[in-house]
């Protein structure tokens, strides 16, 4: 006998939801967590005397809204904030604004908001057809399964539906990079490099980088399965951690926090447990891992608990984020160069032209701190005053472009890097260092200590084809099941992979549940 | 360890200027980028050497790794097949190795020189797959194939010779033992072991220890009439002592790039190596898999009637292709024509009556003979004296 049916390492977001859909089903689950409360990336932290921010995830677009009515969240608690307009800042102050398939200012010509619109077009079709891969197991393609066939099927079907020369389209960009596609369809720079924003946010690339249009699709991907907008989590998305913890726990589901899972327990050939940090030892029938992979298989089960080929893949599995997030504490609004008032509640991105981007990529990838930036902010406290002291708000913004080890090291670079992006969001709106009460950066390093994601990868990985769909987390351990018998994945390392979508851990459930496993 | 004389694009042997000086009929071959002699005078006598008094082959090109720390025992756990804990200090173990998908990558031997220091004496280069598989194992590999020369010493005068080279007592040494010397003092390790199935050592120096080796030992086994052998003899004395060649009887697995041209240890009929009460190796979740699900060949050991030698030939159940030769050999000292041979599942059980397409050729003329064979259960050359202790006297 063992304790639990199953034991679920992490109470992020991916790990609650598995937790939920086998709870649901009657199974006996534990889930477990380092941190002091759910939600793991989906986390709201007090930086400052009074100042509350989504500390690691900014923006819910991308969370699949099946499970938001299978799991019943609203019920649970969760409130979504209004969609967001997209903006980019440029210095002169004509903005660039994306407004669903609409697009506006900073010398945008018909030819472009028309260009703007195919694009949407194909992109949407591309995603609809990604979707059909997202929300089932990824097929093998060689073992023959008609579990296996039937999404493959699907997805030729879908194929097809796509007409002869989107599919075209298809074959030729997937394994190409963002740059060269804007080229092709855009005439306009802040319009090319704020769709190539979306498409390097969150990975080790710059715009010029394979893989990144899948990375886009991806995102793209995401939201078609959440069709929400960008919006914010009222109450920060610690808030949205704690619904979906309220779901899981109504599920049935045991939800242990400030209980860190030091090793995952093999007895004899299969998995049967974990130990805790306290020394505890609990045992169940199936170990489920939302850690990362790194984490899983090097950090808590150990290399010498698994054949060496697969040890290899996990040493050769990147993982690693250039993308650091700017918690500022501001005593007053802010006010951006050419932006109504109005307008500061809503998803402001800064980046340079795509030729900066690729630059801003070099110092990263040789360990300095670059002097150009991409920006993804927010400035939650105008929807959700709560969040700050009265009169008072906060900004957080996404940035993107730094080196994970600096060789100058973290203690110097923070203060220099912090400064630096001071300085760059003083051009947009100038007077914002005044407005400083408190600030804080956090970088790839802190994200992989606070939140344990190795290299700081939100996507548990980097997004490439060769670390997705029926290779994701690599060969052998894909469809959830690993080589090692009585562990599974439920994280964003699984298929279909990170940002919050949540389809990692409802996928591995229904895979497990499938499977029998149970 | 090279000892080169001009440039050329192999390399040679720390024995290279005593066997190029003893090889008459000027017949090399390339092993694993060594230079090698195929053959020294003649085949057949060579071979005879080995069978009847003491032949010495040079086996220098053996890849070998030294394997110690903490964790050497558990690494080899993990990297081979069979239980290492059962190969004592002194002892030296067959084993082979595969990968996760339970497909065999080479076979060799492992030597045990120490609690926790092992010798894994390999045919392939293996430094990638080694050095992978110390990850989450506090293990020291080191290549050191070019700080150790190698011969094989083998046949009934074997033992005799060896003593008299100043190895004492050695006829007290058990096959797959381990005894230690020193000559002209640097270290001198013997194992029995070898890959002719009868009485045999071999003997392993410093590469600086090699040609007085070579000299010494064919000035001692002169009246035990020692003769050098090449591959072409061994490759015969090694097909009918039943011993599988990587690289001819399979694939390694790391060198195959076309789907299914791999082998599991079962399907080479190499199982006995299996051993599942260990709880982790590399390939045990494939291979339990194909215990349930059945191998899709059987390795066959197959006594073909007449004398041409079934090389390369199809194997027929009635009408229809069930197989392949891997090595075939007219069997001098057994008087058998043994040919080794893949067959698809579920042919090739012991007893099973096949049929061989042979093909040869005389004087431009080619035949086609389609050979009746039976499946044996084990190799047609049987030396008591392999397995005698104490070695017995000629």
């Known amino acids: 006998m ?51 921010v989504s500390d690691c995830a900014q923006w819910l677009s991308q969370f699949d809204q099946g499970i938001v009515e299978d799991l019943d969240l609203k019920a649970a608690g969760l409130k979504l904030g209004k969609p967001k307009t997209t903006i980019s800042l440029q210095s002169d102050g004509d903005h660039l604004v994306l407004d669903g398939d609409t697009i506006s200012g900073a010398g945008v010509d018909s030819a472009d908001q028309a260009a703007y619109r195919d694009f949407k077009k194909m992109v949407r079709s591309f995603a609809k057809l990604m979707t059909t891969l997202y929300r089932s197991r990824p097929p093998k393609l060689v073992e023959q399964n008609w579990t296996d066939r039937l999404t493959l099927m699907k997805l030729g079907l879908g194929l097809k539906l796509l007409g002869r020369e989107r599919l075209r389209d298809l074959m030729r960009v997937v394994m190409i990079n963002i740059y060269d596609v804007m080229n092709e369809h855009f005439s306009n720079a ?44 009222l109450g920060g998305m610690g808030a949205f951690g704690q619904s979906l913890a309220t779901a899981a726990e109504k599920s049935g589901a045991k939800i242990q926090l400030d209980s860190a899972v030091t090793a995952i327990v093999k007895t004899e050939d299969r998995v049967t447990g974990v130990t805790l940090d306290s020394g505890e ?15 899983t298989f090097r950090r808590l089960l150990g290399y010498h608990q698994m054949e060496a080929g697969m040890a290899k893949r996990v040493e050769c599995y990147r993982s690693r984020s250039g993308t650091a997030k700017l918690h500022l504490a501001l005593s007053g609004l802010p006010s951006f160069t050419g932006l109504s008032e109005g307008q500061l509640t809503e998803r402001l991105l800064i980046t340079p032209p795509m030729d900066g981007m690729e630059t801003a990529l070099n110092p990263m990838k ?27 708000h906060s900004l957080t913004a996404i940035v993107h472009y730094v080196p994970y080890e600096p060789h100058i090291g973290w203690e110097a670079g923070k203060p220099q890097l912090l400064s630096q992006l001071i300085s760059e969001l003083e051009g947009y709106a100038p007077g914002i260092g005044a407005l400083i009460t408190a600030s804080e950066l956090v970088v790839p390093s802190d994200f992989e200590t606070s939140h344990g994601m190795t290299g700081g990868s939100w996507h548990h990985g980097e997004l490439s084809i060769d670390q997705a769909l029926m290779m994701r987390p690599f060969p052998g351990s894909t469809q959830y099941a690993t080589a090692v018998e009585g562990l599974y994945l439920c994280g964003a390392g699984a298929h279909p992979g990170g940002g919050l979508q949540g389809l990692p851990g409802r996928n591995a459930a229904k895979e497990i549940l499938k499977r029998g496993a149970l | 360890m090279s000892y080169v004389s001009r440039d050329t694009m192999l390399l040679t042997t720390p024995f290279h200027s005593r066997v190029e000086a003893m090889c008459d009929l000027n017949d090399w071959g390339n092993w694993m980028g060594y230079t090698t002699p195929n053959a020294y005078f003649d085949v057949e006598l060579e071979y005879f050497a080995v069978r009847s008094t003491t032949g010495v082959f040079d086996l220098s090109p053996m890849n070998k790794y030294r394997v110690t720390g903490p964790d050497a025992q558990r690494y080899l756990d993990r990297l081979i097949t069979r239980d290492v804990s059962k190969i004592g200090v002194d002892r030296v173990g067959y084993a082979i190795w595969c990968d996760d998908n339970g497909q065999v990558m080479d076979d060799g031997t492992i030597f045990r020189l120490g609690e926790q220091d ?89 590469p600086e220890s090699a040609e007085a080796l070579w000299d010494q030992l064919f000035e001692l086994g002169r009246d035990y ?60 979740s494939a ?23 079934a090389e390369h030939s199809f194997i027929l159940k009635g009408d229809k292709q069930v197989g392949t030769v891997t090595s ?7 008087k058998a024509n043994i040919a080794y041979a893949q067959i698809e599942m579920p042919h090739g059980a012991v007893g099973d009556e096949l049929v061989a397409e042979i093909y040869y050729q005389r004087e431009l003329h080619w035949t086609r003979l389609l050979a009746p064979c039976k499946v044996i259960d084990a190799p047609i050359f049987k030396s008591p004296k392999r397995w005698q202790t104490p070695a017995p006297p000629h």
Request: proline share 6%.
């Open chain 1, 190 to 233: 802040a319009l090319k490099s704020a769709i190539a924003l979306d498409a390097v946010t969150g990975t080790n690339m710059g715009p010029r980088s394979p893989n990144t249009v899948y990375s886009y699709l991806h995102r793209a991907t995401g939201e078609h399965l959440g069709q929400s907008g960008t919006t914010q989590v």
């Open chain 1, 281 to 295: 030892q609990i045992s169940a029938k199936l170990v489920i891992s939302s850690a990362d992979p790194a984490t």
């Open chain 2, 328 to 334: 075939a050999a007219w069997c001098p000292t057994a």
């Open chain 2, 225 to 284: 009439l020692i003769k050098p052998i090449g591959s072409y003899a061994l490759e015969l004395a090694r097909i009918e002592a039943g011993f599988l060649q990587a690289n001819v009887d399979f694939m390694p697995a790391e060198e195959v790039v076309r789907v299914g041209r791999t082998r599991s240890p079962f399907e080479l009929g190499l199982g006995w190596l299996v051993d599942f009460k260990k709880p982790l190796f590399n390939g045990r």
């Open chain 1, 366 to 392: 040789y360990r300095e701190l670059s002097d150009l930036h991409t920006f993804d902010i927010s400035i939650p406290t105008l929807e959700d005053p709560g969040l700050a002291p009265q009169g008072q």
């Open chain 2, 287 to 309: 291979l339990l898999k194909e215990q349930q699900q059945g191998s899709r060949y059987r390795f066959a050991m197959l006594d073909v009637e007449g004398n041409k030698p």
């Open chain 2, 118 to 206: 092992y010798r894994i004496c390999s045919y392939q280069r293996a430094d990638d797959w080694f050095a992978w598989n110390t990850l989450g194992f506090d293990v020291t590999i080191e290549n050191e194939s070019e700080s150790i020369a190698g011969l094989a010493v083998q046949g009934p005068t074997s033992c005799t010779v060896l003593t008299l080279l100043g190895c004492t007592d050695l006829n007290q040494l058990k096959p797959f033992g381990i005894a230690h010397y020193s000559f002209e003092g640097r270290p001198l390790m013997v194992s029995r072991t070898g890959f002719t199935g009868d009485l045999g050592y071999e003997v392993w120096v410093p």
């Open chain 1, 2 to 52: 063992t304790d639990y049916d199953a034991i679920i390492i992490g109470a992020g977001h991916n790990g609650l939801i598995c937790a939920s859909y086998l709870a649901k089903e009657g199974k006996n689950v534990l889930v477990l967590d380092a941190r002091n409360e759910p939600g793991g990336c989906a986390s709201t932290r007090e930086f400052a005397p009074g100042h509350h």
